[in-house]
């Protein structure tokens, strides 16, 4: 039995084997595993193998042309093995499709991924073409291939996308090992994207190799490493390349960063680029560098390392800007100290910068569109923190040094400054030396609040400023604290800040008072700023004020008594100021009187020097430190009586020149015309004096009147020291009678002592002149009869005496010519 079924089984082979012997040919096979037509199969020492069509049922898929290699590499010595001759017209197979031809030794291959000419010489195969369609890759070499542990061995030269090398290579069991070398190439963007595509590289790391970096001429020194081609890991990965006349764009919407060369290193995983000669914008970026870390990890990040000293922060906010990193209204055209590292994460997409901005020379700063200077400036960027570790901020009116932090996550910060100099036009702020606190908030364009001053600010945009309590800055503000300004408010709008208006409210304690004497202490302003000048209203209307072409504050006041002494007057002003008045007056407090005028001038600036209209009269005062100087032309009566505080006078014109160190040393020259002297004590009391003593009656005479004494002409000559003032000449000429007088006045006790001599001109005189001899002795030369008046007491109480007998018989003329032979100039 068991003889039977091994003769059977003989037999049976027998038969397949003259069957195959014969050749066996099958036009068509469907199965469910395959399908297959003109078919051709015959056994001579080896199997012959033709086929026209087959196509398998499949669910195994190729993917890459390393991965067919592979396979081929694997049955190749099968092949050489048990095939004469085979010949696949076309196989196919899921999403492949191909053709095989083996004859003589000598193969070739044609698939969607792999073309190769081959020939066995023995244990190798010698290479004619090899292409490596998804790399567009050729090579031309030898291949050494071993069946039974399923790896190969290649050495030649290799081609791919413009690239040309040498290159070994060893595949075995789906790992690759291989190592480039002395490639040369125009361009790699071909060659990166189909090894992108074949290793799954991240596509951003891909772009920062070929996309953003760019160069005209690549050295692959070497390039070697270790691939799963199953899984498509790489395993490692090294090399050293060079590329010239190279340029990394940061980003499509800037500028690139040019560089003479880069040195490229593969190593542990990341590649380093190393710039050599980098610029930006045409300044210098030495000591740049740009790294990738973990190319085939899961936590790539790409390095920029950007380090210059010329570049400024204009330069470098760009960059920034790309990367959604905002350094705020901060700007500056200086080179300064830059070292920016940007740390780019792919997965999750994640951006970090860390830098920092330096410079210690005098150089622009920008905030907003505000222009200033800084000596300083040390700013690091800490991720999303500004920190000014040193910083200055200067202008033609401001030095403030301050440290802090800016959040730019949530826009807002704290900065700890120390004001230096803050000095605004018109002496409206003058702070120096004084350490606070500020608030920066740019989530609502750039607010600026100092608490300590109630200060709110917005400088972009549209510029506002407000301080809602005028009380905390009223200390710092010359303009304010010489206006004695106790509260108010103040804001601002604008397009800049140098056209812009605004308003304020202020009280104020600088005695003005209204035509009716009530108190002028509170009222609203509105003004306006422009690049002609400065405007400002009042409410009230009681005062404008504008610059003047000379740049000088222009302060227009109306129906205002404005308060004045000569400490304060006298004083050189911070202020510059003009005060021009109308239907207003002057409150002098040294002497408790009230001139009033129709129109005055008041400049304040080294001291006051002050011009009232009178219509046809003109008084100027001029006051400054230990100097004064009052002249006055053609005063009108009203003017005198101002200043005595009473109806003294009436009628006439007045003129007066005074010089001095101030009200309690000076001299003076007051002349009179065409006036009364009206109820003067001084008067009633020598009225009463010579109506008591008969032998003076004579001079009693018309010019003593109810209107006063008439006065065509009056002149005097006063100078004082102190509290003595010392009347060094006094002459009163009136149509029947004169009076001189010298002496002086104590203003501290009222004290009076004076000699004057009443000098009767016509009347007594014309009858006394008749007498023969008598004329003489009596009159004297002069024809005139005169007598001694003694005044003491006070000025309040003059007390009289005369020696009328001895002054008869002797004919003093001592007065009168002490009077008259004063220096010539005494009254000019």
């Not at 973990?294 to 800007?321: W, Y």
């Not at 015309?673 to 009225?687: C, E, I, M, S, V």
Request: glycine fraction near 6%; proline fraction near 2%.
């Amino acid at each position: 039995m068991k003889k039977n079924i091994l003769l059977f089984i003989l037999m049976l082979f027998l038969c397949g084997v003259v069957f195959l012997m014969q050749g066996i040919h099958i036009s068509s096979l469907k199965t469910p595993y395959f399908s297959l037509e003109n078919l051709y199969f015959k056994l001579e020492k080896k199997f012959i193998l033709r086929l026209e069509n087959l196509h398998i049922n499949t669910s195994r898929q190729t993917d890459s042309s390393t991965e067919e290699l592979e396979t081929f590499f694997q049955n190749a010595n099968y092949i050489k093995i048990f095939f004469k001759e085979l010949i696949f017209d076309k196989i196919s197979y899921e999403n492949n499709m191909f053709t095989l031809t083996y004859f003589g030794d000598k193969f070739t291959l044609d698939s969607d991924y792999v073309t190769l000419i081959a020939t066995f010489d023995g244990a190798k195969i010698k290479v004619d073409e090899l292409l490596l369609k998804d790399f567009d890759f050729r090579f031309n070499g030898d291949i050494n291939i071993d069946a039974s542990e399923q790896n190969f061995d290649l050495n030649g030269s290799i081609s791919s996308f413009d690239i040309n090398a040498n290159m070994s290579a060893r595949l075995n069991n789906g790992i690759l090992d291989f190592e480039i070398s002395d490639a040369r190439a125009a361009s790699i963007d071909d060659f990166m994207d189909s090894l992108a595509k074949n290793i799954d590289l991240d596509e951003e790391i891909k772009k920062w190799i070929h996309v953003y970096t760019k160069a005209k001429n690549y050295e692959i020194y070497s390039f070697k490493g270790s691939i799963d081609t199953r899984s498509k890991k790489i395993n490692k990965l090294d090399g050293l390349a060079h590329a010239s006349d190279a340029s990394l764009f940061l980003s499509p919407s800037l500028k690139g960063v040019l560089f003479k060369s880069i040195d490229i290193k593969l190593a542990n995983d990341s590649l380093n680029f190393t710039l050599n000669e980098p610029s930006f914008e045409g300044k210098s970026l030495e000591g740049s560098k740009v790294a990738i870390t973990n190319i085939t990890g899961g936590n790539s990040h790409i390095i920029v390392d950007l380090s210059s000293n010329e570049i400024s922060l204009d330069d470098a906010k760009p960059i920034l800007t790309n990367y959604d990193i905002d350094l705020g209204l901060l700007g500056s055209s200086a080179p300064t100290t830059t070292t920016l590292r940007l740390d780019i994460s792919l997965k999750p997409f994640d951006i970090r910068a860390d830098g920092n901005f330096a410079f210690n020379t005098k150089s622009p700063l920008r905030i907003g569109e505000a222009n200033f200077y800084s000596t300083i400036l040390d700013l690091d960027l800490n991720g999303t923190v500004l920190n000014f570790k040193k910083a200055n901020l200067s202008s033609d009116f401001l030095d403030i040094d301050f440290v802090g932090e800016l959040d730019l996550s949530s826009d807002k910060g704290t900065l700890d400054t120390h004001i230096k100099r803050l000095d605004l036009e018109g002496n409206l702020l003058n702070i120096k030396n004084i350490k606070t606190t500020a608030k920066l908030d740019l989530a609502k364009d750039f607010e600026l609040s100092i608490a300590d001053f109630d200060f709110m600010g917005n400088f972009s945009g549209k510029k506002r400023l407000s301080i809602n309590n005028l009380s905390k800055v009223i200390q710092y503000s010359p303009l304010l604290s010489e206006l004695n300004a106790t509260a108010g408010s103040f804001k601002l709008d604008g397009d800049d800040f140098t056209n812009f208006g605004g308003a304020f409210e202020l009280f104020f304690n600088f005695g003005l008072k209204d035509q009716n004497q009530n108190p002028y202490n509170h009222d609203i302003f509105t003004f306006l700023v422009t690049k002609e000048g400065f405007n400002l209203t009042s409410r009230s209307g009681n005062i404008l004020a504008k610059n003047s072409k000379t740049g000088k504050l222009e302060v227009f006041v109306n129906n205002i008594i404005i308060p004045i002494n000569q400490q304060a007057a006298s004083k050189e002003s911070k202020t510059n100021i003009t005060y021009i008045g109308k239907n207003s007056s002057l409150s002098l407090s040294d002497f408790n009187r009230t001139l009033n005028f129709k129109a005055f001038r008041a400049d304040f600036g080294e001291g006051l020097d002050f011009t009232g209209d009178y219509g046809n009269g003109k008084l100027n005062v001029v006051l400054k430190p230990n100097y004064l100087k009052i002249n006055g032309t053609n005063l009108p009566d009203a003017s005198i009586n101002d200043f005595l505080g009473g109806k003294f006078i009436s009628h006439g014109s007045f003129d007066i020149k005074l010089e001095g160190r101030d009200f309690k040393d000076f001299t003076a020259t007051i002349n009179a015309k065409d006036t009364y002297f009206l109820g003067l004590k001084a008067q009633q009391n020598l009225l009463a004096f010579l109506d008591s003593i008969p032998s003076l009656i004579i001079f009693k005479v018309n010019d003593f009147t109810k209107k006063g004494f008439e006065a065509k002409t009056a002149q005097a000559q006063l100078k004082r020291q102190g509290d003595l003032l010392q009347i060094d000449a006094l002459a009163i000429k009136g149509s029947n009678a004169d009076i001189y007088g010298t002496g002086g006045i104590n203003t501290d006790n009222k004290d009076i002592k004076m000699q004057l001599e009443l000098h009767l001109l016509k009347t007594a005189s014309s009858v006394i002149a008749n007498i023969p001899i008598i004329n003489h002795i009596l009159l004297g030369e002069n024809q005139a009869a005169s007598t001694l008046i003694e005044v003491s007491g006070t000025y309040d109480d003059p007390k009289y005496t005369s020696t009328v007998a001895v002054d008869i018989l002797s004919t003093p003329f001592n007065i009168i010519k002490n009077t008259l032979s004063l220096p010539a100039n005494l009254f000019k």
